[in-house]
């Protein structure tokens, strides 16, 4: 390691999504690299595109910026005025015009509501639920009786079922739609192993 550089002490632990969103520091020194800005530009075609590939994997050995780029992203994607805005434009501001515009586009002033899920041991109906519950959203009666039935079921049509019903009073206040930034999703995959009669691996 060259002895002139220092690292954010920040970056010398685990980012956590939403411990770190709420902080001023949370994006102090995150350096927006060549494999930050591709993904952002992938991510891009799928939210201005009919693609039906809207879900991407971040896979990386731990200590690679996987969790750093979630929360950069959630800040993007969270306020248009956000810092995180600014650090984008100073390196790439042809990428950050066109991002902020598909974000929130010309008719929507609240472009998505970002939803960070930081994963355990738990189905992903469990994890989405909770999401939804702790968004600070206010779901009519019904939808969050539509939630806490979300949090117990084990059938994935139902869970897609009630997790649009979600979606759907969301996009009717003004949203574009919903973005889930999901951070240690292996947590998942071992909870599927461990107790396979609640959610299925695949």
Request: aromatic letters at 8%; one cysteine or more; a positive charge.
């Amino acid at each position: 390691m060259n002895a002139g550089l220092m690292m954010n002490r920040r970056f010398l632990r685990s980012v956590n999504l939403g411990k770190d969103r709420a902080s001023k520091e949370g994006l102090a020194g995150y350096v927006i690299t060549p494999s930050v800005r591709n993904a952002l530009a992938r991510i891009e075609v799928a939210l201005v595109e009919k693609v039906t590939e809207r879900a991407f994997t971040l896979t990386g050995p731990y200590g690679t910026g996987k969790s750093s780029f979630g929360l950069f992203l959630l800040n993007l994607l969270s306020d248009k005025k956000n810092i995180a805005w600014k650090m984008l434009h100073d390196v790439d501001n042809d990428l950050a015009n066109s991002f902020k515009s598909s974000v929130w586009g010309k008719s929507s002033s609240k472009g998505f509501l970002v939803l960070p899920v930081t994963a355990r041991c738990a189905t992903v109906a469990e994890l989405i639920a909770d999401a939804f519950e702790n968004s600070g959203f206010d779901f009519s009666s019904s939808v969050k009786d539509d939630i806490n039935c979300l949090r117990n079921s084990t059938d994935t049509k139902m869970s897609m079922s009630l997790i649009n019903s979600c979606v759907t009073q969301i996009c009717s206040n003004g949203y574009k739609g919903v973005f889930f930034i999901v951070d240690e999703l292996g947590k998942v995959f071992e909870e599927a192993r461990r107790d396979n009669a609640k959610t299925d691996v695949f």
